[in-house]
T-cell receptor
Framework: DTGVSQDPRHKITKRGQNVTFRCDPI?????LYWYRQTLGQGPEFLTY????????KSRLLSDRFSAERPKGSFSTLEIQRTEQGDSAMYLC???????????FGQGTRLTVV | QKEVEQDPGPLSVPEGAIVSLNCTYS??????FMWYRQYSRKGPELLMY????GNKEDGRFTAQVDKSSKYISLFIRDSQPSDSATYLC???????????FGSGTRLSIRP
């Protein structure tokens, strides 16, 4: 296992379309996080899973966003009815437990045209 | 006021110089402090992870935490052009579910 894997790396979509991103965390990492990053800013927290349970969601996560982590393994982040303001880098991270290092994937860059 | 403040730079220094990057924070509950390096269009890469106050050294990198001042630093010795990137400070506390990031400092090392 070489780290956190995200797919796709880049996605261009038309406004109003739905998109889905996938994250494969480091094996046996219980915690999985989704972040969003826009140009010149640090990553902003979106949501967090411990195993399959989604334990916290940011108010940044509107009802157009949904995330799942079935069976506590990989996770998906879906954005429905995309808007231009959704254009950003979507980052996934995982950690083994509370208070341990969090490792990030390479991100999925979304462009909404 | 943001929980974590970081000067966005850009910071430009000549090769071989010592670089000092800093963050301040407002939440005294933060216990775990991290520095990430992020190259353009890539994900953040963990450089240093420290708990509570004190120093931690790893090769050319030294992380310093002063909890009494709510101030953390990353020092890079013998800086190289390959160190040119954005450096993000990040922190969390034991009962938190999320890491809080600074906005990042863009660093450029001139050959």
């Amino acid at each position: 296992d070489t780290g956190v894997s995200q797919d796709p790396r880049h996605k261009i979509t038309k406004r109003g379309q739905n998109v889905t991103f996938r994250c494969d965390p480091i094996s046996e990492h219980n915690r999985l996080y989704w972040y969003r990053q826009t140009l010149g800013q640090g990553p902003e927290f979106l949501t967090y899973f411990q195993n399959e349970a989604q334990l916290e969601k940011s108010r940044l996560l509107s009802d157009r966003f949904s995330a799942e982590r079935p069976k506590g393994s990989f996770s998906t982040l879906e954005i429905q009815r995309t808007e231009q303001g959704d254009s950003a880098m979507y980052l996934c991270a995982s950690s083994a437990d509370r208070n341990t290092e969090a490792f990030f994937g390479q991100g999925t860059r979304l462009t909404v045209v | 006021q943001k929980e974590v403040e970081q000067d966005p730079g850009p910071l430009s220094v000549p090769e071989g110089a010592i670089v000092s990057l800093n963050c301040t924070y407002s939440n005294s509950a933060f216990q775990y402090f991290m520095w990430y390096r992020q190259y353009s269009r890539k994900g953040p890469e963990l450089l240093m992870y420290t708990y509570s106050s004190g120093n931690k050294e790893d090769g050319r990198f030294t992380a310093q935490v002063d909890k009494s001042s709510k101030y953390i630093s990353l020092f890079i010795r013998d800086s190289q052009p390959s160190d040119s990137a954005t450096y993000l400070c990040a922190m969390w506390y034991s009962s938190a579910s999320k890491i809080i990031f600074g906005s990042g400092t863009r660093l450029s090392i001139r050959p």
